[in-house]
């Protein structure tokens, strides 16, 4: 088996799997720190859905300070809804196999870069043209508060003084005012995983009215800082990938809208996960019509 779980007295699980430790549990809605703000319609979305399916499929991804990973949608959800608890797994953040990643923009109706530069401009920005994709990336790592854009094969920089852009948090919300602007210009706004501009044939796919914006590569302490210090994140600035997440777990909501304590929803929980048998699935399969990249443990109801 490659996997084992822990009782933790009257809390949950630890779970080990392959040299990964994951602790599922209960937590106070009111005890997370968001690092990123939503996407309203997104949000409604997911209330919507949570309001006729009548179950949480799956966990909040929290690190060890309660800082909120992956399910910020969710996590908000639950606190627009009132509800108190909802079910977490948490990581420690820092562990070398968490890997932090982006969420990229793609831009359609963008006919030329004349509307986009006007807008960077308008913003106090300069951008740069640069030869290719490896040459943008080297820039961006060396300031970590630029960004790039990629228009077909043609490739630039796009770079702010320290009076506009002074950390992490204040590059986002830059781009995401600029994106905001031409969206109000008719362009469409779509978000990808930065992988897909390092996959074959991307550039060619690309329609001539396609622009994609490589956003800032920032890092988990910058994450941690911007907590720290109150702020939060643009929508869709960071995409963790964890070695090995846990899914399927399908806690009734109708529990979270009880007047019970603490206490008494991670006892609930624990005999929740006692009744469920638990597989291992490697990366790369398909799970409910969508295929991940990352280890699924699956929660199964025993027959």
Same mark, same amino acid.
Request: glycine letters at 8%.
């Given at each position: 088996?490659?996997?084992? *779980?822990?009782?933790?007295?009257?809390?949950? #699980?630890?779970?080990?799997?392959?040299? /990964?430790?994951?602790?599922?549990?209960?937590?106070?809605?009111?005890?997370?720190?968001?690092?990123?703000?939503?996407?309203?319609?997104?949000?409604?979305?997911? *209330?919507?859905?949570?309001?006729?399916?009548?179950?949480?499929?799956?966990?909040?991804?929290?690190?060890?300070?309660?800082?909120?990973?992956?399910?910020?949608?969710?996590?908000?959800?639950?606190?627009?809804?009132?509800?108190? #608890?909802?079910?977490?797994?948490?990581?420690?953040?820092?562990?070398?196999?968490?890997?932090?990643?982006?969420?990229?923009?793609?831009?359609?109706?963008?006919?030329?870069?004349?509307?986009?530069?006007?807008?960077?401009?308008?913003?106090?920005?300069?951008? %740069?043209?640069?030869?290719?994709?490896?040459?943008?990336?080297? !820039?961006?790592?060396?300031?970590?508060?630029? %960004?790039?854009?990629?228009?077909?094969?043609?490739?630039?920089?796009?770079?702010?003084?320290?009076?506009?852009?002074?950390?992490?948090?204040?590059?986002?919300?830059?781009?995401?005012?600029?994106?905001?602007?031409? !969206?109000?210009?008719?362009?469409?706004?779509?978000?990808?995983?930065?992988?897909?501009?390092?996959?074959?044939?991307?550039?060619?796919?690309?329609?001539?009215?396609?622009?994609?914006?490589?956003?800032?590569?920032?890092?988990?302490? *910058?994450?941690?800082?911007?907590?720290?210090?109150?702020?939060?994140?643009?929508?869709?600035?960071?995409?963790?990938?964890?070695?090995?997440?846990?899914?399927?777990?399908?806690?009734?909501?109708? %529990? #979270?809208?009880?007047?019970?304590?603490?206490?008494?929803? !991670?006892?609930? #929980?624990?005999?929740?996960?006692?009744?469920?048998?638990?597989?291992?699935?490697?990366?790369?399969?398909?799970?409910?019509?969508?295929?991940?990249?990352?280890?699924?443990?699956? /929660?199964?109801?025993?027959?």
């Amino acid at each position: 088996m490659s996997h084992s *779980m822990k009782e933790m007295p009257g809390q949950g #699980f630890v779970i080990e799997s392959k040299g /990964f430790e994951l602790e599922l549990g209960i937590a106070g809605v009111e005890s997370l720190f968001f690092h990123e703000r939503v996407v309203h319609g997104l949000l409604e979305d997911l *209330m919507a859905e949570l309001s006729k399916c009548g179950i949480l499929k799956n966990p909040v991804i929290i690190d060890r300070n309660n800082i909120v990973l992956d399910g910020n949608h969710r996590a908000f959800a639950f606190k627009k809804l009132g509800l108190r #608890f909802i079910p977490t797994c948490k990581v420690d953040y820092f562990h070398r196999d968490i890997r932090l990643r982006y969420w990229f923009r793609l831009l359609r109706g963008v006919d030329s870069l004349i509307m986009v530069r006007a807008r960077i401009e308008e913003a106090g920005g300069t951008l %740069w043209e640069v030869a290719n994709i490896e040459t943008l990336e080297d !820039k961006m790592k060396e300031n970590p508060y630029s %960004w790039g854009i990629q228009k077909g094969h043609s490739f630039a920089c796009v770079l702010f003084d320290g009076d506009r852009v002074s950390d992490a948090v204040s590059a986002y919300d830059t781009l995401e005012g600029i994106q905001g602007k031409l !969206k109000q210009r008719g362009v469409e706004l779509e978000y990808i995983p930065c992988s897909r501009v390092h996959e074959e044939g991307f550039s060619v796919s690309l329609r001539d009215d396609e622009l994609v914006i490589l956003t800032p590569l920032i890092t988990k302490e *910058m994450v941690v800082e911007a907590v720290k210090a109150g702020k939060t994140f643009a929508p869709k600035s960071t995409r963790h990938l964890i070695p090995v997440r846990p899914v399927n777990v399908n806690t009734p909501i109708g %529990w #979270f809208e009880e007047d019970i304590s603490l206490e008494e929803m !991670k006892g609930r #929980f624990k005999a929740l996960l006692e009744s469920k048998g638990l597989l291992r699935l490697e990366p790369g399969h398909e799970f409910q019509g969508r295929v991940y990249d990352e280890a699924l443990l699956v /929660f199964r109801d025993e027959i």
